[in-house]
T-cell receptor, first 108, second 115 residues
């Protein structure tokens, strides 16, 4: 059983579309993280949140603690948004659980 | 900004070879980690280090060891590489203070192929 489930696994969108990636988790957490991984490997942290909503540019992350659910939204998607998006949750200082990622392709 | 570097982006080794993967941070954070990433399995923790000479096994430590002699450097060692250790290896750290607290910072990854 995976502690973190993401959907969809793969997503193809046309440039300009509004995109939503979902994440559900089954454990108590101290924070939820959204990560981005471009082809080639490196992972960067997009958001870390424990309640409510955060926004950075065209990216918005929300979390509902009661429902153990988070969403990552991308407005006005662009081909450079093509990447794998990974949801992760943290518990104690070193305990992280990861989803298997959502592969997003944005077509011009 | 926190910077994490890894010694190689791509590495090809033969079965039975001893392999060293190095990870270096440019800050003074205590918590560092090594993950491997495989398709369909996501990131799995190999080892975690709380501080110099302190380590903790993760979910899949078999076939691996680690070394942390200095705070900024965390090395992953494959004592005798096997083909099932072909994978992407990602190291990094968890921020322990300020705005970076509990945030993960990753290196660029090393794609290891064992023939």
């Amino acid at each position: 059983k995976n502690e973190v489930e993401q959907s969809p696994q793969n997503l193809t969108a046309q440039e300009g579309e509004f995109i939503t990636i979902n994440c559900s988790y089954s454990v108590g957490i101290s924070a939820l993280h959204w990560l981005q991984q471009h082809p080639g490997g490196g992972i960067v942290s997009l958001f870390m949140l424990s309640s409510g909503k955060k926004k950075h540019g065209r990216l918005i992350a929300t979390i509902n603690i009661q429902e153990k659910h988070s969403s990552l939204h991308i407005t006005a998607s662009h081909p450079r948004d093509s990447a794998v998006y990974i949801c992760a949750v943290s518990r104690t200082g070193n305990q992280f659980y990861f989803g298997t990622g959502t592969s997003l392709t944005v077509i011009p | 900004d926190v910077k994490v570097t890894q010694s190689s982006r791509y590495l090809v080794k033969r079965t039975g070879e001893k392999v060293f993967l190095e990870c270096v941070q440019d800050m003074d954070h205590e918590n560092m980690f090594w993950y491997r990433q495989d398709p369909g399995l996501g990131l799995r923790l190999i080892y975690f280090s709380y501080d110099v000479k302190m380590k903790e096994k993760g979910d899949i430590p078999e076939g691996y060891s680690v070394s942390r002699e200095k705070k900024e450097r965390f090395s992953l060692i494959l004592e005798s590489a096997s083909t099932n250790q072909t994978s992407m290896y990602l190291c990094g750290l968890i921020g322990t203070s300020g705005e970076a607290y509990n945030e993960q910072f990753f290196g660029p990854g090393t794609r290891l192929t064992v023939l």
